[in-house]
């Protein structure tokens, strides 16, 4: 079936170290996104890629670094300089036929829980 | 800058009731408005959009929209909760200019539902 797969589903870390989440579509979907979703928040943008090779910082990209070396993948490092990581993070993405109308498809998300 | 308002952290209706979830946003071209809804632990899924024509749209599991440009609002409507309803739910805004493109969707803080038996 198509669709977004994010993984893990839970992680936990200890202070100071790095961690990574995956996120891969086999939907030939040309942009993908990061959110990050806190209680009472709402949904953050952290970085969005519009083409591979390509990315642009959100609203709230200072701590973390994501890459688009291939048009299925846009994994997202949360770096020990994010000073709160704990939160729900989503991964998104949309075609380019539906991306001026905003259509996009999310993944079941990655809860992250720092130590 | 885009933005989006949801002003009902919580909002509870009884099974059978209409619901409304409330949403107004400010943009400075021309708005794409967008619902989604969230179950607990999962991802958000998409509800319906308005894009232009009709003010009223369709979207599923029964759900529909109104549209109100004087207003600045898109609110979510429904003539008859479910208790399968309960969820948190999003709306959503997208700036389009002709000429320089699309922006990233902003999202508001998102208003929990809760429909009681």
Same mark, same amino acid.
């Given at each position: 079936d198509g669709g977004i797969t994010q993984s893990p589903k839970y992680l936990f870390r200890k202070e100071g170290q790095n961690v990574t989440l995956s996120c891969e579509q &086999?939907? &030939?979907?040309?942009a993908m996104y990061w959110y990050r979703q806190d209680p009472g928040q709402g949904l953050r943008l952290i970085y969005y890629s519009q083409i591979v090779n390509d990315f642009q910082k959100g609203d709230i990209a200072e701590g973390y670094s994501v890459s688009? @070396? %291939?048009? @299925?993948s846009f994994p997202l490092t949360v770096t020990?300089?994010? %000073?709160?990581?704990t939160a729900f993070y989503l991964c998104a993405s949309s075609s380019r036929r539906t991306e001026n109308t905003g259509e996009l498809f999310f993944g079941e998300g990655s809860r992250l829980t720092v130590l | 800058a885009q933005s989006v308002a949801q002003p009902e952290d919580q909002v509870n209706v009884a099974e059978g009731n209409p619901l409304t979830v409330k949403c107004t946003y400010s943009v400075s071209g021309n708005p794409y408005l967008f619902w989604y809804v969230q179950y607990p632990n999962r991802g958000l899924q998409f509800l319906l959009k308005y894009i232009?024509?009709?003010?009223l749209v369709k979207g599923s599991y029964g759900f529909e929209a109104e549209f109100n440009k004087s207003q600045t609002s898109f609110h979510l409507k429904k003539p008859s909760a479910l208790v399968s309803d309960s969820a948190l739910y999003f709306c959503a805004v997208r700036d389009y200019h002709f000429y320089s493109g699309n922006t990233p969707l902003v999202f508001g803080k998102g208003t929990r539902l809760s429909v009681i038996a």
């Open positions: &086999n939907l &030939n979907h040309d688009r @070396e %291939k048009k @299925e020990s300089a994010q %000073k709160n990581p | 232009t024509g009709d003010n």
